[in-house]
């Protein structure tokens, strides 16, 4: 999975994925609230979706997020219930 922005590009690891967003792990911090071009699998084979990071949570090599796509009307993946 990567995420990009203007002068932004990470790669991440999908936990979950569902019609209303993707639960990550990244080793970079994400910000609350920024918007990102998402694409799943080979950037240049698969759609890339608008998202935008409902939450995060830090860890130490990283962070786990939660981005809703913005094209979707379902809702975003929610955080883990019982955090480390």
């Known amino acids: ?20 967003g993707v639960r990550l792990v990244v080793e970079q911090s994400l910000e609350l609230g920024a ?9 240049d084979s698969k759609p890339i979706r608008p998202g935008k990071v409902v939450w995060v949570q ?7 997020c939660g981005i809703k796509f913005l094209d979707s009307e379902e809702p975003a993946p929610a955080p883990p219930d019982n955090p480390p």
Do not use: K, V
């Open 1 to 20: 999975m990567i995420l990009s922005a203007p002068g932004f590009t990470i790669e991440g690891w999908t936990l979950n994925l569902s019609r209303g």
């Open 35 to 43: 918007t990102y071009d998402i694409a799943i699998g080979d950037p």
């Open 58 to 64: 830090d860890e130490a090599d990283g962070q786990i």
